[in-house]
């Protein structure tokens, strides 16, 4: 692995972006963890947005390399962002929230892993939630600490559920020329959307260590994205607003699907599923709605994503998917038929089987096709073009047939996310206390799936309940400790340790553990 | 996340503090760091003041330094908190043998029990109790069940390989350091129980024969 300098001023300019908004309070110890950072060459843009004066608090640091960006008008977490991207001068950004803070090695390890690779232009790291009490004097009293998300990236995963955290994440500034600025028109989950889209043009790679924190005070949160999430109704309109979001193309990395549907008219049961469709899609798709004039008009306007192709009336299914196939642009195509069954995963489990079938020879069914001629499928646009080419008889199916495409459901291993139907697995047999056949499980996820840190943490939690394997128990935690010890792993071992009757070993680790609660002590350093 | 009993979600890492400080203070316990280990559970005491845990560990810590009142106040508190805390129990029955008061320590014993059959050293407790009342039927009973669940625990074996021998159940007592011998081939206590036990056999059979 390259090694950066991070004593010199070489290597490249990291862009830090420090929001800020009335939290003057924390925001001193966030600049403070900024300032010590082992990595010297960045810049940061504390952007206080309409807040309390913060610049004398700023100017405090004396390092010019803090930029104060002071607006008198609050206009939001996106707005500052988007605010300090446009003075930023550096290779990387990397993101910091006022009330949350980074150990000194954050820049470094991130920088380095970059560096070091050409394929991916994002990664991101762990951090520590910080349950706190908050007292009335408003000083933060620590509870625990803990690594509540540490999942490897899966495209599919974030398409459906953010797993990055953004102040964990640095990725190269030249991406914001492709995935467009943060959307201001957002309330919440501002972070997951540009997550999100940064994952159309780049992998992101997982470093799993903890390099920082942020703060979970206990009981009411004070986080504006908190409070915004109470409003159900709204947080859904904003997720789907998210996911509707299509930045141009090219998408290197990101599969896009061409949804085709073709009712005989558009009345309540056929816009019901066009809502549905919206509703439950989460991989970025557009809708291709196959028409003949009189229904257009019917057809509504404000949906994203829609695409009307008109038809002539009394156009058969035939000529209406092909009038379809003339205008998609997705690189996978799911022919929807009326009455299919909308629901979850509907369309995400035989894309996500098309999409790692190398033979391109397979059109996968969508859960509850019709079946006949004319099956609900997903596969790749250029396979259904080319055999519509070669027999464009009124059989769907027999056009596949004559192509050599089969036509079949995802079996059980090609389904979408594989790994969580693991785990899901795993954690209905510790709910039915077989905890030994789930520390199995759980290990052997961790040496056939990515994410091999957490299921290894999860194997020790689940030997420790089966009773009669805390040897091997601790040979697991051991290693774990060794490497990327947090305070979860370190108080597993001790009390593996006080199990087998050594206290004095347990103390060692139980005081290393106190440390990282107390901040005197953090892992890697 | 994790389900507490009542069902509820309880996030995870809530109460590490108090875990480690809890785990420290059972450690120094271990080690005789006797004030290092009341300094850990007050202070965890005071980040859950709603939990027996740090309590029984003072009363622990007092049992050792012999502070027998001091003891049986902190598992009173302990008792106070949670009524159905089988440590906090087996605690005043220590607190009770240590003052010969053998028939009050069975009781509590029999309660900690009650509350957890798995609690060794409520079970422990009440064999040494009963050894000393002389009244085995129950104890033998609690043994049987502890065993159940721990079949390899060595410990439980030769108190019940004892029990039988001393009821003259001599087959039974027999089989059971068979078992244990097994498990732990090198254990001289029990090889000595079952030459004891051989030799008690013998002499019935040949007093049988005789008669």
New interface residues.
């Given amino acids: 692995m390259l090694t950066i300098d991070t004593t010199e001023k070489r290597g490249p300019l990291v862009s830090v972006l420090v929001p800020t908004f009335n939290r003057r309070r924390y925001l001193r110890e966030a600049l403070e963890s900024v300032v010590g950072q082992t990595y010297r060459q960045f810049e940061a843009f504390v952007v206080n947005d309409g807040g309390e004066p913060v610049a004398d608090l700023v100017a405090a640091f004396n390092d010019p390399r803090l930029v104060l960006i002071d607006r008198r008008e609050n206009r939001g977490k996106a707005a500052s962002l988007n605010e300090a991207l446009g003075r930023a001068q550096g290779k990387y950004v990397a993101y910091l929230d006022d009330d949350d803070r980074y150990y000194p090695e954050h820049l470094a390890r991130l920088v380095e892993t970059l560096e070091g690779r050409d394929d991916c232009h994002a990664a991101y790291t762990d951090l520590y939630k910080v349950h706190c009490r908050v007292l009335p004097d408003g000083t933060r009293q620590v509870l625990g600490k803990v690594v509540n998300i540490s999942r490897d990236f899966d495209r599919f995963l974030l398409c459906h559920f953010n797993h990055v955290l953004h102040v964990a994440l640095m990725h190269r500034r030249d991406l914001f020329e492709k995935t467009g600025p943060y959307n201001e028109g957002l309330r919440v989950m501002i972070d997951w959307d540009m997550t999100r889209r940064l994952s159309f043009f780049t992998d992101l790679l997982h470093i799993p260590q903890v390099t920082g924190e942020f703060f979970g005070p206990v009981g009411e949160c004070d986080r504006i994205s908190y409070r915004m999430r109470k409003n159900k109704l709204d947080y859904a309109r904003q997720v789907l607003m998210i996911r509707a979001t299509r930045p141009a193309k090219p998408w290197p990395k990101m599969p896009d699907l061409s949804i085709v549907f073709a009712p005989d008219v558009l009345d309540a049961a056929a816009a019901g599923m066009i809502r549905q469709i919206g509703a439950w899609t989460f991989m970025p798709c557009q809708l291709y709605l196959v028409l003949p004039p009189a229904e257009i008009a019917r057809a509504d306007p404000t949906l994203p994503n829609q695409v009307i192709v008109p038809v002539t009336p009394g156009a058969t299914p035939a000529a209406r998917l092909d009038a379809a196939l003339r205008r998609v642009e997705g690189d996978y195509v799911a022919v929807v038929s009326p009455g299919a069954r909308v629901e979850t995963l509907w369309v995400e489990d035989p894309l996500y089987a098309a999409a790692h079938d190398a033979t391109g020879k397979v059109a996968f069914e969508i859960a509850g096709s019709a079946g006949g001629d004319w099956p609900a499928v997903v596969l790749r646009t250029d396979g259904l073009r080319r055999a519509r080419a070669r027999d464009s008889g009124p059989s769907l199916r027999l056009s596949l047939e004559a192509a050599g495409i089969a036509v079949r459901p995802p079996s059980e291993a090609e389904r979408a996310f594989p790994f969580d139907r693991l785990l899901q697995n795993a954690e209905e047999m510790e709910s039915d206390g077989d905890w030994a056949q789930a520390a199995w499980l759980y290990k052997q996820m961790g040496e056939r799936f990515n994410n091999s840190r957490w299921m290894h943490e999860r194997t020790v939690r689940a030997l420790l309940k089966a009773g009669g394997r805390d040897g091997e128990a601790l040979a697991v935690c051991r290693e774990i400790n060794l490497t990327t010890p947090t305070v979860s792993t370190l108080l597993l071992e001790a009390r593996l340790l006080k199990r087998a009757n050594q206290p004095g070993p347990a103390v060692a680790l139980l005081e290393e553990a106190d440390a990282i609660l107390e901040g005197r002590g953090e892992p890697w350093n | 996340m994790e389900l507490t009993p009542d069902g509820f979600l309880v996030?995870?890492?809530?109460?590490?503090?108090?875990?480690?400080?809890k785990?420290?203070g059972?450690?120094?316990t271990?080690?005789a760091h006797y004030d290092r280990a009341r300094q850990c559970y007050e202070e965890a005491s005071l980040?859950a003041q709603d939990r027996p845990g740090p309590h029984v560990g003072c009363g622990v810590v007092a049992l050792q330094t012999g502070a027998l009142d001091e003891a049986e106040r902190a598992f009173g508190r302990a008792i106070r908190l949670d009524g159905r805390c089988p440590e906090a129990y087996a605690g005043l029955g220590m607190v009770d043998q240590q003052r010969q008061d053998f028939a009050r320590a069975f009781d509590h014993y029999m309660m900690a029990l009650d509350r957890d059959v798995n609690n060794l050293v409520a079970l422990l407790g009440l064999f040494q109790a009963s050894i000393q009342m002389g009244t085995f039927a129950k104890v033998t009973h609690y043994l049987e069940v502890y065993l159940e669940r721990h079949p390899?625990d060595v410990s439980v074996l030769f108190c019940l390989a004892t029990l039988y021998a001393r009821d003259n159940r001599l087959d039974l007592a027999r089989k059971t350091l068979d078992v244990l011998l097994v498990l732990d081939p090198a254990n001289a206590e029990a090889a000595a129980l079952l030459k004891e036990v051989e030799q008690k056999q013998q002499k019935i059979t040949s007093e049988a024969n005789a008669r």
Avoid: S, T, V
Wanted: aromatic residues 4%; charged residues 35%; contains cysteine.
């Fill in positions: 996030e995870e890492g809530l109460d590490q503090r108090y875990d480690i400080l785990e420290l059972d450690c120094h271990a080690l980040l390899g």
